[in-house]
């Protein structure tokens, strides 16, 4: 019989709907419901690709005993943290209070006034390393709930009243100045991994948005060791398990410090904002490998994660079928062993592939298989060879069970993929890639956007199908899609980009906004939870806060808005505040905090639309690396029609009769140029 969730979007809550457990989604009748019959609520947050959400979900929630025990004692809520990150971060900033630690799934037990009191994340079905098994952990709590009411209600006010204690104040800082960035950069040096790039231990993250810091940091100082450390670290990553060196595409993190060995889940947010940092870094350097991967992550969003509708799909799983024992084990879609590839390929291509590769007969992953890489040391071989090795392999990798994939289509996800995907198709000549990402802007403004009479407009966090889901969307919906579609702007010329990013960034200033300048997470008439969050450290994404201030700051260089500017540089004063302290968790706020400081700078660039000479200074005007430079491209003004016009083409005009660009920078502008070199020398590029 399935439970309450069979109707809902989201995959992941669909995927526990034919669990034993009587599983609620997150709603006002949940908490009736337990306040009702008096129990507490038992609260499980997770999210599709997880894979020890998986595995306690196959150990726990698809047990019969268990699922009785929860269904007699407790009101159980399922959530996916991906459609209401709202609810996962409350409580996670309570487990990590409580414990020192988080992660998913996470276990929380709430009163029916969804006040927590206990805490936990994965729970083993028998007791072992230490864990009690979640059997006993819900008898403990049903316990407590009976024998020690008082205690409970207690400590769940104390927990409550804590969290209340934690309000934010970096409102009041001032904005960032040389001094905090050089500070941010002398402390990212101290963490950094000299040997095998990257930052810290195991596990090991990709640090998209501390690399294009790193990038815009060179591109505003000059700093050689800035760029250093972030071309190092791509080119590591490139050439580790964590890439997919068949497909493209970046997994989520690596379990061990020299990213060998992946945790295969493939986000759409990681591989939205490394393409990216490669892209920029191939500006910057013209690299061949960053414009490979940049490319190659690119095609993979738009083949692997692009749905009917248009939009991109959150992420494909860890998890998959092993094609030769038929278990559903984590990376089994990736690895290969030497007798594979020979299977595939024949003696003499399959030894080259191993030694190419780095597989070996020990295995470098699990039961003696091995992540394809690409070792320092591997053999020289013929391009096209090695090319026509990886068109057999993948279509071989093609034919095993595929990893599941979340189909669902979340606003801020979409809003870095359209960022990245525009520009990649204007730097590399890929115009299909702008399509699609119009089309995925196309999607969010059908779909996602409502603006019904009678109601405030709001954006909607996530779809499925082409079907809107019912939550609202947060702080980095806003912040991430506004500044998709300013990228899109820039690269398309279209203004009709500009005008929506301005009405999204416009809401942020009514419904997010405090008054000291700092930023919630939620709106102002958002649903009410033990605490309205307030996050502004960078974490996986861009935190909402910081991918505000981004947005705000851009559209006022667009616009000249006194109002966006400002509140943009009072949102920065969390950089201020993290950034000489945390530089590794406030990387997009030191990226605009970057641009701040070099203006940004604006450029408008006019001509007609079929003049090869206006197309030359756009390109150069894209790919200038001074941080965050706005380019509007579009008709000399005055012009005949007008319609969609950027402020910034305002009384620019032809120059002798040719197309014309227009560098702008602290309410001072240099002399117009026609002339494409000119003007990436004005814009700091390395390239033309």
Not at 391 to 414: I, S
Not at 465 to 487: H, M
Request: hydrophobic share 40%.
């Amino acid at each position: 019989m399935p439970n309450r969730l069979a109707n809902e979007t989201s995959p992941y809550l669909l995927q526990h709907a034919d669990n034993p457990v009587d599983w609620w989604p997150w709603s006002p009748e949940a908490f009736a419901e337990a306040r009702e019959r008096g129990v507490p609520v038992l609260l499980s947050v997770g999210y599709s690709s997880c894979h020890w959400c998986h595995v306690m979900a196959h150990e726990s929630f698809e047990d019969d005993p268990t699922a009785a025990y929860m269904n007699e004692h407790f009101v159980n809520i399922k959530v996916d943290r991906e459609e209401r990150p709202d609810v996962d971060a409350v409580y996670m900033e309570a487990v990590q209070a409580a414990t020192g630690q988080g992660g998913w799934p996470m276990t929380v037990f709430l009163t029916a006034d969804a006040e927590p009191f206990y805490f936990g994340t994965y729970f083993p079905p028998e007791p072992r390393h230490g864990m009690p098994s979640f059997l006993q952990v819900l008898e403990g709590v049903r316990a407590a709930w009976v024998g020690r009411p008082e205690e409970v209600a207690e400590v769940a006010q104390k927990i409550v009243r804590d969290l209340a204690g934690r309000q934010l104040d970096y409102g009041k800082a001032g904005t960032p100045g040389p001094e905090e960035l050089a500070q941010a950069l002398l402390g990212l040096t101290r963490e950094y991994d000299a040997v095998r790039g990257g930052f810290g231990g195991a596990p090991k993250f990709p640090p998209s948005m501390v690399l294009e810091f790193l990038l815009r940091h060179h591109a505003r100082t000059g700093s050689e060791g800035a760029l250093q450390m972030a071309a190092d670290t791509c080119e590591a990553m490139a050439r580790g398990g964590i890439y997919d060196q068949l497909g493209g595409g970046f997994a989520r993190y690596s379990v061990d410090r020299e990213w060998v060995v992946p945790h295969f889940e493939k986000m759409l947010y990681d591989n939205a904002l490394l393409c990216r940092v490669y892209a920029h870094l191939w500006r910057a350097t013209g690299s061949e490998l960053a414009r490979r991967v940049a490319l190659e992550t690119a095609d993979f969003m738009v083949r692997e994660l692009r749905t009917a509708q248009g939009g991109f799909a959150s992420a494909l799983d860890a998890d998959s079928e092993d094609p030769l024992t038929g278990e559903h084990v984590e990376g089994a879609y990736y690895a290969w062993t030497p007798a594979r590839l020979r299977e595939v390929l024949g003696e003499d291509d399959g030894a080259l592939a191993a030694g190419y590769f780095g597989v070996t007969e020990e295995g470098t992953f699990e039961h003696g298989t091995s992540v394809l890489q690409l070792p320092q040391d591997g053999p020289a071989v013929d391009a096209e060879r090695i090319a026509g090795i990886r068109e057999r392999l993948l279509a071989a990798r093609a034919e095993r069970p595929a990893p599941g994939r979340d189909d669902k289509v979340v606003a801020a996800w979409n809003g870095l993929a359209i960022a990245a995907l525009a520009e990649c198709g204007a730097y590399f000549d890929r115009p299909d890639l702008v399509e699609r990402a119009t089309e995925a802007a196309d999607l969010l403004v059908r779909v996602h956007f409502d603006a019904a009479a009678g109601r405030a407009p709001r954006l909607s966090r996530t779809s499925k199908d082409g079907r809107v889901g019912a939550n609202a969307g947060v702080l980095e919906d806003y912040g991430d899609v506004a500044e998709g579609f300013l990228a899109l702007a820039a690269v398309t010329g279209e203004g009709v980009w500009l005008e929506f990013a301005g009405f999204l960034l416009d809401l942020v200033l009514d419904r997010f906004a405090a008054e000291d300048g700092s930023l919630y997470d939620t709106a102002h008439d958002a649903e009410r939870l033990i605490r309205r969050p307030q996050d502004p450290t960078d974490t996986a994404a861009p935190s909402g806060w910081t991918a505000a201030a981004g947005a705000l700051l851009s559209y006022a260089a667009h616009t000249g808005s006194q109002a966006h500017r400002t509140a943009a540089e009072r949102a920065l004063g969390v950089v201020q505040a993290l950034g000489p302290r945390v530089p590794r968790f406030i990387g997009h706020g030191l990226s605009v905090a970057e641009a701040l400081l070099d203006g940004p700078r604006e450029v408008a660039v006019v001509g007609h639309p079929e003049d090869p000479a206006r197309a030359a200074l756009h390109r150069a005007a894209l790919l200038g690396t001074a941080p965050g430079a706005v380019v509007a491209v579009g008709l000399p003004q005055p012009a005949e029609g007008g319609e969609g016009e950027f402020p910034l083409l305002a009384e620019r005009t032809l120059v002798r009769d040719l197309p014309a660009a227009y560098v702008c920078r602290h309410f001072v502008c240099a002399r117009p140029t026609t002339d494409p070199v000119e003007l990436a020398e004005q814009l700091g590029a390395v390239r033309p």
